[in-house]
């Protein structure tokens, strides 16, 4: 049967947090790396938003927002039980609020702050300061928790992770020093030290339309 087509970019956080689902879920697609800057013509006449990730079912159905791979992942995945275990009802309401608060409010301090050149007339550590404040908030859940929710992660902590990871990547290139508690730190080498992240961050050669399949994961 043919694979369903993820069109991803390596280093995207919402792509990385799709790709990590897609592993937890045991689903194997045919992945297509591309270059932001250069996007193929395939890929921009597929996607409405012009942005990756993006997936093409084998029925041709189009999903757009990571978030909603994420949810389809769980829900065709052949292992039992996902949605329960990683969405547990008496939390999802919460699991929820946090994401889109990574989303929507996060992620526009660290851009602002990773990639101030970008912007006109910031205020690169104003954006970093308010950006410390999630991650202190965060952190705050993480206190008597080993994940946000508790003992195992949730979809809440797939999602806001890589975007944590960007924000090291960040203040460690611009000289920042204790930007994180120990605590912080722990949950997020739990993910970048897991037997996964090796396949997870594989670097794949650009897709072209001539170019042999890939897939992820690669073996």
Known sequence: MKNDILYSFRRCPYAIRVRWALLICEIKVELREIDLKNKP????????????????????EIIEESLDIILWALSVSKKENL????????????????????????KYHLDRFKYSTR???????????????????????????????????TIADWCIW???????????????????Q???????????????????????TLWEPSSKKNYFPFN
């Open 162 to 180: 890589p975007f944590v990871r960007q924000f090291k990547i960040a203040c460690e290139s611009q000289k920042k020093i204790n930007f994180f």
């Open 83 to 106: 949605i329960n275990k990683y969405i547990p009802d008496n939390k999802k309401e919460r699991i929820l609020e946090i994401i889109n608060e990574n989303d929507n409010q996060f």
């Open 41 to 60: 013509l395939e890929f921009l006449n597929k996607s409405s938003t012009k942005t990756i990730p993006i997936l093409i079912r084998n029925n041709n």
């Open 119 to 153: 912007f006109d007339s910031i205020d690169k550590e104003y954006h970093f300061l308010e950006a410390s404040k999630f991650i202190k908030r965060w952190n705050e859940l993480l206190t008597n928790n080993r994940f946000f929710f508790g003992d195992d992660h």
């Open 182 to 204: 120990p605590t912080t730190q722990k949950w997020l080498e739990y993910f970048e030290n897991h037997r996964n992240f090796k396949d997870l961050m594989y670097k794949y």
